[in-house]
């Protein structure tokens, strides 16, 4: 299994699947899929999807990673070294983040195939454009899902470790709107919209503002010379929290103390946002803590279940019903050129997704 594991990650991680640009990887994909004699079906937006009949009875159940990768991931190469480490060549980011999801699941099918075990009725959902805020999934058409289960393979850290539980995000933009004048003959006949950005963000509590929640001013852009004062100022930022009402709560401070610094210095406002993440809990007595934590038992892994900050497409798969976990793959630094893994972590990630379905 170690061998052909290596080569299938090494084989995704060497294709060229930046976010909406995975048609390289649906095609090797599906492809694979058809090898096994699985039928896979595309949407438009690039999601695989396929089902897959077992012998066991039982409700089945929908293993997920997705196809895309961040930049920059245009030539990525995979560097297996020889205590088991495999790194990109430094350039590019490795993409194990989800090469690694991926090769996991089609090892496991591979293995259930060519040993013929028993196991039950499995649902593949294989998204694209995961990494841009779940926009793959959030295009599903979920009413051809019939599993009430899901396995997510999509999350850093010890292989053993599965968040239950991830935040609502919401995404901002707000645009000051000041006059701008002369700022060395007539200062006083502009309103500068950076004073008015300026004193509404210093108001705003950024990092935790509390213990289940994050805010943060990602971005800030206004003015066009620095003789001018400044008439316009554009502030991105998004918040975070594993309480959705709170994330919300949040947001609606953030566009209150902003309205108020610019009535204060006479600047006009416009607030745009986004809803990208609903926040979820999956029950940790549910079934997909029991069975997650059975099979890793079985593989020898002690099993944890963790919050965690960033999405999934499982925060999709919960809006539609659908009690899931994400199941950490074993990679490190995800999003860097620095990220990396080691094989005895794909290969354990694949073991324990055998032992989910086996039973």
């Known amino acids: 299994m170690t061998k052909r594991l290596i080569d299938t990650f090494c084989k995704l991680v060497s294709i060229d699947s930046v976010s909406f640009h995975e048609e390289k990887m649906i095609y090797f994909l599906t492809e694979y899929l058809k090898n096994l004699g699985i039928e896979a079906k595309t949407d438009d937006m690039g ?50 983040d989800d090469a690694a ?26 998204p694209a454009a995961e990494e841009v805020y779940i926009k793959g999934t959030s295009a599903f058409d ?26 609502g995000l919401i995404s901002f933009e707000i645009k000051i709107k000041g006059r701008s004048a002369h700022a060395g003959f007539a200062p006083e006949n502009g ?103 059975n099979a890793c038992r079985k593989c020898g892994i002690e099993p944890k279940l963790i919050t965690t900050f960033g999405g999934s497409d499982n925060n999709n798969f919960a809006l539609h019903g659908i009690e899931g976990l994400v199941l950490a793959v074993g990679y490190v630094n995800a999003h860097t050129c620095g990220e990396y893994i080691y094989i005895k972590d794909l290969e354990a990630v694949t073991n324990i997704i055998l032992k989910t379905v086996e039973v």
Request: net charge neutral; glycine share 10%; aromatic share 4%.
């Open 142 to 167: 979920f009413s051809v899902i019939k599993s009430k289960t899901a396995f997510v393979l999509d999350l850093d850290g010890r292989v053993g470790n599965a968040a239950f539980a991830a935040p």
């Open 47 to 96: 999601n695989i999807y396929a089902y897959v009949k077992g012998s066991i009875e039982g409700e089945p159940v929908l293993l997920s990673a997705h196809t895309d990768t961040v930049s920059p991931g245009i030539g990525k190469m995979a560097v297996v070294h020889g205590d088991g480490k495999i790194t990109s060549d430094g350039n590019t980011v490795l993409g194990a």
């Open 101 to 126: 999801g991926l090769a996991a699941i089609l090892e496991a099918l591979t293995v259930l195939k060519e040993k013929n075990i028993p196991h039950r009725d499995i649902e593949l959902l294989l």
């Open 191 to 293: 309103i500068n919209a950076i004073a008015a950005a300026a004193e509404a963000i210093t108001l705003i509590k950024q990092g935790r503002p509390d213990e289940i929640s994050t805010l943060n001013i990602g971005t800030v852009s206004g003015g066009t010379a620095t003789n001018i004062v400044s008439g316009e100022c554009i502030v991105k930022g998004e918040v975070r929290s594993l309480e959705q009402s709170r994330a919300v709560g949040l947001f609606e401070n953030v566009k209150k103390v902003f309205e108020v610094s610019a009535k204060k210095h006479g600047a006009e406002i416009e607030i745009k946002h986004c809803v990208d993440l609903t926040a979820y809990k999956t029950p940790k007595d549910g079934r997909a803590a029991v069975m997650f934590e």
